[in-house]
């Protein structure tokens, strides 16, 4: 029985390089286009990795909290020291607190990636709010008519007269209580 799976593996893994595709057959694979993936396809994207990216680090940090948190509400008994690299039974933990553990670590990884949303949401909404600022607001230069510029250049004919001095008869005292 044993030479007959140690056989059936070696053709198994001896058949890829016999099969293989030639060197006249060789395909060029396009890369994505800015436009292919529809821009809440991405927005999803992001949010997926963001969310289970985080999930491993915040598994991590809720046991560990989890851990000192039953530690010193059971006054420091070293029967509660967290064992942060043991699992199951070995944990001190029941499966129902290991599955509450889980649940609030994929729930926190789920608001992370959500705030992560939120704030690329936001300066997406600030860019465009920018560009369409800047596209509203159009400036137009207009020349000058020559007939406007000769005006302006000409020279004063006459001084132009001061205005005059009040005299003392078109004064008015002012009455003071």
């Not at 949303?117 to 800047?134: D, L, T």
Request: negative net charge; charged residues 20%; aromatic residues 10%.
């Amino acid at each position: 029985m044993k030479r007959i799976i140690m056989l059936y593996l070696l053709c198994a893994l001896a058949a890829p390089p016999v099969f293989s595709q030639t060197s006249d057959s060789v395909t060029t694979i396009a890369p994505y286009s800015q436009d292919e993936f529809a821009l809440w396809m991405k927005d999803l994207r992001r949010f997926e990795i963001v969310s289970l990216g985080s999930i491993p680090f915040v598994t991590f940090g809720t046991s560990l909290g989890y851990g000192f948190y039953r530690y010193f509400s059971h006054g420091m008994n070293s029967d509660y020291l967290p064992s942060l690299f043991s699992s199951g039974k070995d944990s001190g933990l029941s499966e129902r607190q290991q599955r509450n553990l889980f649940l609030v670590s994929v729930g926190i990884g789920v608001a992370i990636g959500l705030i992560d949303f939120a704030i690329v949401q936001i300066k997406r909404a600030r860019q465009n709010r920018a560009a369409s600022g800047r596209q509203g607001s159009v400036i137009t230069i207009e020349p000058l008519q020559a007939e406007a510029v000769q005006e302006e250049t000409e020279p004063f004919e006459q001084e132009p007269a001061l205005p005059e001095q009040p005299s003392q008869q078109d004064t008015v005292p002012l009455e003071t209580d």
